[in-house]
């Protein structure tokens, strides 16, 4: 289970949200079915134990200004992040207290834009209904848009966290560390603001990585991603804004990923540990690994 600031979904924005969905079933991942936003994007879902693996697209550009947190607009900020590129437009991280950790992330200089609440109706497999409710603390970064955060506490986690819709063909439990690829002149800005929730940093070649509640967030230059992650996705190539661009799922199955591995017709390569796609612009332009953990 994840704990307050632990990584919970980075959100993967796409312009084609069934194709991509398409592509995560075809490597065993149960997907919810698209729904909408009251503030414009689609969504699909691959649920696990207190994290979650999220594609938002753009289902009505006319609704993107709506249910505003202070100056932030969530699906104007989606929006204007694809209207660049595909990739990693904001990322969420767990809370058990919205109110309290947006308070501490403010202590230590993350911006706090402001709150948004909603629900939604779920019946669950024993055909019983309820209703979700979700708070999300929005935290834009004006420095570094693509590494804007949002808090996001589920006040109804047993209606969320359903035993049956966190079970995957593939096996994938869930995430286990994103990395943000960042030239070394961010390096110093970046490693203060994560350390004021996650302390001190470990050192590896071409940067660092802090320890969350939930997997590893780690900050490497070019030559480190390439070493450690893979090639830099070419969509990224002339990019110099800091930037998730590979996430890391756990997988206590390798043969079982393999299988779906191959089945998907996606391209992949065994990295340290497990594998990896290799045709991230057709994830969103984020690599993805699957790893032993």
């Given at each position: ?33 698209v ?31 709506q ?82 955060l ?45 350390s ?22 780690r900050?490497?230059?070019?030559g ?16 110099h ?53």
């Open positions: 289970m994840n704990a307050s600031f632990g990584i919970d979904h980075p959100l993967l924005a796409t312009h084609d949200i069934d194709a991509l969905r398409a592509r995560l079933i075809a490597l065993g991942f149960n997907m919810t079915a729904g909408k936003h009251p503030w414009g994007t689609s969504t699909s879902l691959a649920m696990f134990n207190g994290c979650l693996i999220e594609i938002m697209g753009i289902s009505d550009d006319t609704l993107l200004d249910v505003p947190a202070g100056d932030f607009r969530f699906g104007r900020h989606v929006y204007d992040h694809l209207q660049q590129r595909e990739g990693v437009a904001l990322s969420a991280l767990h809370s058990t207290g919205s109110a309290v950790d947006a308070a501490r992330a403010q202590d230590v200089g993350f911006t706090i834009a402001g709150h948004l609440e909603f629900g939604r109706d779920v019946t669950l497999p024993d055909g019983s209904t309820g209703r979700t409710k979700t708070t999300l603390a929005l935290m834009p970064d004006a420095e570094f848009p693509r590494l804007s949002f808090l996001c506490q589920q006040h109804r986690p047993e209606l969320i966290y359903v035993p049956e819709w966190l079970q995957h063909p593939n096996q994938v439990t869930g995430i286990c560390g994103v990395t943000i690829l960042a030239d070394d002149d961010t390096h110093d800005a970046l490693r203060k603001r994560f004021g929730l996650y302390g001190e940093a470990n050192e590896l070649q071409g940067g660092f990585q802090f320890q969350t509640a939930n997997g590893v967030l900050v490497l230059n070019d480190g991603f390439e070493t450690q992650i893979g090639p830099i996705p070419d969509a990224l190539h002339d990019e804004q800091p930037c998730i661009a590979a996430m890391d799922l756990a997988m206590p199955d390798p043969a079982q990923m393999y299988r779906f591995l191959q089945q998907s017709g996606l391209a992949f390569t065994p990295c340290d540990g497990g594998y990896a796609l290799t045709q991230p612009e057709l994830t969103a332009n984020t690599i993805l690994r699957f790893l032993m953990v």
